[in-house]
Nanobody, 118 residues
């Protein structure tokens, strides 16, 4: 029903920036809140950011607050994660997801690798 494809990951030095994109298809994009998560090898999946369906409300994990910005373009069915001041501890596979119910994310993309070197 809903498909998501992340892109924009890569290798960047500490202090650098990247912008991740998540293109969606299937169900009407503007119906859902969207989230970004990340997972490093051997670690649990971690919440990063969320944006509501209209794009006027956002929420961030403390670890990325002030450095990352989530946004969306409903006309393009795309959600973004602008990352700046990147740190080695930001290294992970980043996934976008659909918030199906309050506090529950049900659809996931394939992920895009972000590697931050020191």
């Amino acid at each position: 029903q809903v498909q998501l494809v992340e892109s924009g990951g890569g290798l960047v030095q500490a202090g650098g920036s990247l912008r991740l994109s998540c293109a969606t298809s299937g169900r009407t994009f503007r119906t859902y809140s969207m989230g970004w998560f990340r997972q490093a090898p051997g670690k649990e999946r971690q919440f990063v950011a969320n944006i509501n369906r209209s794009g006027d409300s956002t929420y961030y994990a403390d670890s990325v607050k002030g450095r990352f910005t989530i946004s969306r373009d409903n006309a393009k069915n795309t959600v973004y994660l602008q990352m700046s001041s990147l740190k080695p501890e930001d290294t992970a596979i980043y996934y976008c997801a659909v918030r199906i119910h309050l506090g529950t994310y049900g659809y996931w993309g394939q992920g895009t690798q972000v590697t931050v070197s020191s």
